[in-house]
C-alpha cells in the first residue's frame, strides 16, 4: 500500500512539473547584423499571474518587449478539469556586429517557482546570405551636401511576398536637421533592386536641413510587418481553398551617414541670406504716399529650395524719421522641396521725409555651381507729406481805410480785418471779442489741439501694437479650441510663440514650450500633444484622442503676452 501511494504522489509531481514548461526560440535562426530579430519565450503553465522572465543577453542589445497573446485551453482528465494557459512573449534584439552570441541564463518566475531553460547560440551574419523578401530602405537624395542645405529623405518598404498591416513602431529622431515632414501617399511601386524585383511604398518622408558641419546621421525607422510565407493546412485544401499564413516581423532600416561641408569662407557678400540653392525674392508695396503717423506697409516674398526656417526678415526701408515694428512672417510648402515665406513689414513715420526708389541686394549659396550669387530687386520709394496744421499756412490780408490810405486828417479811427485760414484741425476756442487777451487764447488753442493730437497718436500705436501681436496668437488658440487640436493648427501657434522664445529660430516646434518660463505641466502637456498630433497626421491617423485644455493654454497666452509687453517695454524709449 505504502509503494502504491508513494508511486502516485511521485507522478502527481511530475504532472504538476509537467504543467509548468517554457519553450525558447530565435526568429530568424541567423539574424543579420544591424537589423532586428526576435527571441521568442513560449510558457506553458497553470499560473494565474504574469511571469517574469530574466536573462543574459550576451552582448546583444534589448530593444524591447511585446506580449503576443495568452491562449487558454481545459481539457478533463478522469473526471477532473484541467485548464492550460500558454502564455508568449518576444523580446525585439539586436546585434551591433556579426560573430557568435550566447544568450545565457535563461529563468522565468511563476509565482514562488522557479523554471531554467537552456542557454541559446545565435549566430549573426555580416549580410543576409540572399535576398531579403522584406526589408525598410532609407533613400536620401544626396550624402554630401553643404550646412542648411536640403536633403529629401524617403524611407520605403521593399516586399517580394505578400505582406497584410504595418506599423511604424519607431520614428526617425533627425535631432541633427531642421526637418519638414511630408503626408505620405501609399502608393505601390515595382522596381529592381540589387538585380531583383521588388514591390514597394513609401512609408514615411521628411525634408531635413543639416544645423552642424561634420557627420549627421539619418536614423532608422523600426516597423512591424505583417507577411505571409505559405500556406496553411486545412481540411479543404485539397478543393483549391487554402489560407495564407501570417507572421510578425519587426524590422528597421539601415542608419544613412550624412557629410556636410562648411560653406566657403571667400567672397562672402554682406547681403548673404545664409539660403542655399536658387531664390526668388519680390517686394510689393500697397501705397508710395503716406501722410504722417500712417502705418506704412510693404511684403517681401521668399520662394525656393532653402530652410527658409531659419530666415529672419531683411532691413529694406531705413530713415531716421521712419519706426519700424515687429515684422509678421508666415511660411507654406508649395511642394517636398520648394516653400514661400512671406514677409509682411510695418513702418511709421514720424515727420516728413522722402525715399526714392533703390535698388535692394541679397544672396544666396548655389552648391551647383559652388558659388554665392546676387539677386537685385528694385524697391518703390516713398513719400511721407501732411504734418502739422501749423504747417498749413495762414494768410493775412491788411485792408486799411481810403482816408488813411490818402493821409486825410478826418480820416475815421482805424479798423483792419484779418482773415485766417487754416485747414482741417480740432475744434478752436472762439474769440468775441478784441482785445490783447485774443492772442493768448489763440495760442491756448494751439497748445491744447497738439496735445490732443499727440494723446490721440499714442492711444492708435498701443492699439495697434497690441492687436498686431497678441491678438493673433490669442485667436491661433480660439482656433485650436473650436476645430480641434491637429498637426497644422499646432505648427501655426507654434511658429508665432517662436518669435518670442529666446533664440526660437533655432529650435524645433517640440522644444518651444520646453524653452519657455512656463511651469512643468504646461510643457510635458504641450510635449504630449506635439509628439500625438505628429503621430495622427504622419503615421496613417493612429492617435490618442486629443482634448483642449484650457489651463495649460492661458498659461502660454500669459507667457507670450509678458514676453511682447516686455519687448514693448524696451522699446518705448526709441518709440517717444
Not at 30 to 41: C, D, Q, Y
Not at 116 to 123: L, P, R
Not at 273 to 292: C, E, M, P, S
Not at 305 to 334: C, Q, R, S, V, W
Request: hydrophobic share 35%; with cysteine; net charge positive.
Amino acid at each position: 500500500m505504502r509503494k502504491y501511494l508513494i508511486s502516485i504522489l511521485f507522478l502527481y509531481s511530475s504532472l504538476l512539473w509537467a504543467e509548468n514548461t517554457v519553450d525558447v526560440k530565435i526568429d530568424p535562426l541567423n539574424p543579420v547584423a544591424g537589423e532586428n530579430f526576435t527571441l521568442l519565450f513560449e510558457i506553458n503553465t497553470n499560473f494565474e499571474g504574469k511571469p517574469y522572465i530574466s536573462f543574459d543577453p550576451g552582448g546583444l542589445n534589448v530593444m524591447g518587449r511585446e506580449e503576443r497573446g495568452v491562449a487558454i485551453s481545459t481539457t478533463i482528465v478522469n473526471g477532473r478539469f484541467s485548464t492550460k494557459r500558454t502564455i508568449k512573449y518576444a523580446y525585439e534584439l539586436v546585434s551591433p556586429r556579426a560573430g557568435r552570441f550566447n544568450i545565457r541564463n535563461i529563468e522565468v518566475e511563476l509565482g514562488d517557482k522557479k523554471i531554467k531553460a537552456n542557454g541559446i547560440s545565435v549566430q549573426v551574419l555580416k549580410e543576409a546570405p540572399r535576398a531579403r523578401n522584406v526589408f525598410v530602405l532609407a533613400d536620401v537624395s544626396k550624402k554630401d551636401v553643404f550646412i542648411g542645405e536640403g536633403v529629401d529623405v524617403r524611407y520605403y518598404l521593399y516586399y517580394k511576398i505578400p505582406v497584410g498591416g504595418t506599423e511604424i513602431k519607431e520614428f526617425p529622431k533627425l535631432n541633427r536637421f531642421i526637418k519638414r515632414f511630408h503626408m505620405t501617399n501609399e502608393r505601390i511601386e515595382t522596381v529592381q533592386y540589387n538585380g531583383e524585383i521588388y514591390k514597394r511604398v513609401l512609408k514615411y518622408s521628411a525634408r531635413v536641413y543639416p544645423e552642424k558641419t561634420g557627420t549627421a546621421y539619418i536614423d532608422s525607422l523600426r516597423l512591424n510587418v505583417q507577411y505571409s510565407d505559405g500556406y496553411q493546412n486545412t481540411p479543404f485544401g485539397n478543393f483549391g481553398l487554402q489560407l495564407r499564413k501570417y507572421r510578425t516581423r519587426s524590422i528597421s532600416s539601415q542608419r544613412v551617414d550624412i557629410n556636410v561641408k562648411p560653406l566657403p569662407s571667400e567672397n562672402v557678400p554682406p547681403s548673404f541670406t545664409g539660403l542655399i540653392g536658387k531664390h526668388d525674392f519680390k517686394v510689393n508695396v500697397n501705397r508710395v504716399k503716406h501722410i504722417v503717423n500712417e502705418p506704412i506697409e510693404l511684403r517681401l516674398t521668399v520662394t525656393g529650395p532653402g530652410a527658409l526656417e531659419n530666415l529672419d526678415a531683411p532691413n529694406i526701408y531705413t530713415h531716421p524719421e521712419l519706426e519700424k515694428f515687429d515684422t509678421k512672417t508666415e511660411m507654406n510648402e508649395l511642394d517636398r522641396q520648394v516653400a514661400t515665406k512671406v514677409f509682411e513689414y510695418t513702418y511709421l513715420a514720424r515727420n516728413e521725409m522722402l525715399i526714392d526708389n533703390f535698388k535692394k541686394e541679397l544672396s544666396y549659396f548655389n552648391p551647383d555651381s559652388n558659388r554665392y550669387e546676387t539677386v537685385v530687386i528694385d524697391v518703390p520709394g516713398i513719400t511721407v507729406g501732411g504734418g502739422t496744421a501749423a504747417n498749413q499756412g495762414v494768410l493775412v490780408n491788411s485792408n486799411k481805410n481810403k482816408n488813411e490810405e490818402d493821409g486825410s486828417s478826418n480820416s475815421s479811427p482805424k479798423k483792419e480785418i484779418t482773415t485766417i485760414e487754416r485747414g482741417l484741425v480740432a475744434p478752436f476756442f472762439k474769440e468775441s471779442f478784441e482785445t490783447r487777451a485774443g492772442g493768448i487764447f489763440n495760442i491756448l488753442n494751439w497748445v491744447f489741439t497738439a496735445l490732443l493730437m499727440v494723446l490721440l497718436i499714442s492711444i492708435g500705436l498701443d492699439f495697434y501694437r497690441q492687436n498686431a501681436h497678441d491678438d493673433d496668437f490669442v485667436k491661433l488658440c480660439k482656433r485650436i479650441k473650436k476645430n480641434g487640436i491637429s498637426y497644422s493648427n499646432l505648427f501655426d501657434l507654434m511658429e508665432k510663440l517662436r518669435e518670442v522664445v529666446p533664440e526660437g529660430q533655432k529650435k524645433g516646434i517640440s522644444e518651444l514650450v520646453a524653452s519657455t518660463s512656463t511651469d512643468e505641466e504646461t510643457k510635458n502637456y504641450f510635449k504630449y500633444i506635439v509628439e500625438e498630433s505628429e503621430k495622427s497626421t504622419f503615421d496613417d491617423g493612429k492617435a490618442r484622442s486629443l482634448n483642449y485644455d484650457e489651463k495649460y493654454f492661458k498659461a502660454l497666452m500669459k507667457y507670450y503676452e509678458k514676453q511682447k509687453k516686455n519687448e514693448n517695454t524696451g522699446n518705448k524709449s526709441a518709440e517717444f
